[in-house]
Nanobody
């Protein structure tokens, strides 16, 4: 099994950028699909992005496509989320998840086997 720890959250003005990291501890990190989700107060957990084990396929939610970029470094057991052109409605707790699969697609949160504790992102005007 994996243990996941997110970092890099903080407060940023609208139009700014942040880079989130998710560090994994445990075996076989390179075999997992990794995803990012977010949850704002009063809302359900929303799909943000996902990346396959070899970085061949990348997936993005409609609200972040063109602004966010997901990447991974299997040698460092780490997945990243580069967030640009941030908007106030990007404010949320951001979580990373790991899916050992097999899964047909990666939008539902229930396909993921492990989760981190989350990191807060606040975008101000």
């Amino acid at each position: 099994q994996l243990q996941l720890v997110e970092s890099g959250g903080g407060v940023v003005q609208a139009g700014g950028s942040l880079r989130l990291s998710c560090a994994a501890s445990g075996p076989d990190f390179g075999h997992y699909v990794m995803g990012w989700f977010r949850q704002a107060p009063g809302k359900t957990r929303e799909f943000v992005a996902a990346i396959t084990w070899n970085s061949e396929d990348l997936y993005y939610g409609d609200s972040v496509r063109g602004r966010f970029t997901i990447s991974r470094d299997n040698a460092k057991n780490t997945v990243y989320l580069q967030m640009n052109s941030l908007k106030p409605n990007d404010t949320a707790v951001y979580y990373c998840g790991a899916d050992f699969g097999p899964s047909l697609e990666f939008y539902p949160d229930y396909v993921y086997d492990y989760w981190g504790q989350g990191t807060q992102v606040t975008v101000s005007t």
